[in-house]
């Protein structure tokens, strides 16, 4: 039983359909046992002809030699034409059983060979890719994934950034295994830019997903890299670092709030000004705000169904009939304007910093709009010389310890 097994699963994937195919369209089998019965009947007909044929050249033959030659010679020109329409009722009925056979047998084994180099195709692609719902290590396991080989682009100095609107899980993996942690980073963090008061100056939140679970060493982290990031891409000379908390006193929060405010007090590298509370988060007094991944990427979804809240309120509240219409062409640019700094497309994406290249998560639902913000603020990042002063880091005795 298990040679005859092997034996059937190693048949090639073709005929098993074709077989299968047949099976179940009884009625084209019908109809290719009678296109062959009839190409069969059409050549015993042509070959009775044919014999009958012979005969008669035979019985012309005989009498052309005791009759006169004109009639025999007529006899034989007869014969001849019967011998060509036996030999066209043969080509004919070869014909048809060809032209009713071939699409009967061929063109389906024709479609099943294409099926399977398409299925090759698609099974191609999809392992080059990472799905949305699928766990990032399955970056490890397809090794040809596009998101793998962009990274080897740019550890490779091929490139200078990758940007990705997939899998943020799958591109965070990658990053890792492929170009690396910077020295002395122990988990990279997704930081990503949120609208202030001031239009001109937004704040930088981070981590915004990466980390779901955090100790206070990661958040300690997660400030030195925001203020490299504030100075160089912000273009921020000495950024104020926050701690998002429930409140602004140093005893107020959870564990994790109260160790990772003692390590930030006590940083000289950068300015520190102490907790932040959720609605400061926006008010422009602190250019990077540091939290775990959990409540930042709750932050970051909130902010998200803002913009589009505010302004279906507003439009709900305008005046109807005329002197809404009028109302609406006067507020037009000022909505237009309110709906532009609190998108979040404007920013596109966010960047993974903590690791040794320049990447950018785009959201899953980006628009054209998202992408260009989102290559945009990878060109901002690499014509600074983020990476350059990222791995000034490595100096620093609290990341040697």
Not at 39 to 47: E, H, R
Not at 110 to 133: A, H, T, Y
Not at 310 to 335: C, M, Q
Not at 379 to 389: E, I, L, Q
Request: hydrophobic share 40%; with cysteine; proline share 2%.
């Amino acid at each position: 039983m298990g040679k005859e097994t092997a034996q059937k699963i190693n048949k090639p994937r073709a005929i098993r359909r074709l077989v299968i195919w047949y099976k179940r369209n009884s009625a084209v089998t019908s109809i290719v046992d009678t296109a062959a019965s009839s190409a069969a009947t059409a050549s015993n007909v042509a070959g009775n002809v044919v014999s009958g044929a012979g005969s008669v050249v035979t019985t012309a033959s005989n009498v052309a030699s005791n009759v006169a030659g004109n009639v025999a010679g007529n006899v034989v020109s007869s014969a001849e034409s019967v011998v060509n329409t036996a030999s066209s009722v043969v080509s004919n009925a070869s014909s048809i059983a060809k032209n009713t056979l071939q699409p009967l047998v061929f063109d389906p084994l024709k479609r099943l060979q294409n099926s399977d180099n398409i299925l090759d195709k698609v099974e191609d692609i999809q392992s080059k890719r990472i799905g949305m719902n699928e766990e990032a290590t399955a970056v490890r396991k397809r090794k040809n994934a596009s998101i793998n080989v962009a990274m080897d682009l740019v550890r490779n100095n091929k490139a200078e950034a990758v940007y990705s609107a997939g899998n943020s899980g799958a591109m965070m993996a990658s990053a890792i295994f492929r170009i690396g942690r910077l020295k002395g980073i122990d988990r990279p963090a997704i930081g990503a830019l949120f609208p202030t008061r001031d239009q001109t100056r937004p704040v930088l939140v981070l981590d915004v997903g990466a980390n779901t679970d955090c100790k206070p060493s990661y958040l300690h982290q997660f400030a030195l890299l925001g203020n490299i990031y504030a100075k160089d891409v912000l273009q921020v000379k000495k950024p104020r670092i926050g701690l998002l908390n429930i409140g602004e006193e140093e005893c107020k929060g959870n564990d994790l709030s109260l160790k990772t405010f003692e390590l930030l007090s006590s940083e000289k590298s950068f300015d520190f000004g102490g907790n932040c509370e959720g609605r400061d988060v926006l008010s422009g007094s602190f250019d990077v705000v540091v939290c775990d991944g959990f409540t930042g990427n709750i932050l970051l979804k909130f902010l998200e169904s803002v913009g589009g809240v505010l302004l279906d309120i507003l439009r709900s509240e305008l005046p109807r009939g005329r002197r809404g219409k009028v109302g609406s062409a006067f507020l037009k640019s000022n909505l237009l304007r309110i709906k532009k700094r609190l998108d979040h497309a404007e920013h596109g994406g966010a960047l993974l910093l903590g690791v040794n290249g320049i990447c950018v998560i785009g959201h899953g639902s980006s628009k054209s709009l998202s992408v260009v913000s989102a290559l945009r603020l990878a060109h901002s990042a690499v014509n600074h010389g983020v990476m350059d002063n990222l791995n000034q880091l490595q100096k620093l005795q609290v990341l040697n310890s």
